[in-house]
């Protein structure tokens, strides 16, 4: 069992910066895959980032050259550093994570694949 707590939610505005991180817990062999989900007011959830044990990434297309997705194994923390925020950013934010062998790919199925998540935190980037 892998438990996630994100922390780091807020508000801010557009142009500005915020970090997420998310505390993992209940394992001894690291996930195989780590990342962030967001779901926006009325529409469906949607992949951020996603990093590998290899540490190998996949970002969607809107955020790529603007998050860093990151993780420390040894501190069990995975973090979303978010610059030039925009406020289609909005939304609640996931951290997620599954031990099973894939991962950049999930990135692309809205969170099909992975098996353990966070209750979510709440960014809102105001204009």
């Known amino acids: 069992q892998v438990y996630l707590e994100e922390s780091g939610g807020g508000s801010a505005q557009s142009g500005g910066s915020l970090t997420l991180s998310c505390a993992a817990s209940?394992?001894?062999?690291?996930?195989?895959?780590m990342g962030w989900f967001r779901q926006a007011p009325g529409k469906e959830r949607e992949g951020v980032a996603l990093i590998s044990r290899l540490e190998t990434t996949n970002y969607a297309p809107s955020v790529k050259g603007r998050f860093t997705i990151s993780r420390d194994n040894a501190k069990k923390t995975l973090s979303l550093q978010m610059n030039e925020l925009k406020p289609d950013d909005t939304g609640i934010y996931y951290c997620a994570a599954t031990m099973t062998n894939t991962c950049l790919s999930l990135l692309w199925k809205a969170g099909d694949g992975m098996d353990y998540w966070g209750q979510g935190t709440q960014v809102t980037v105001f204009s």
């Open positions: 209940g394992y001894n062999s690291d996930p195989y895959c």
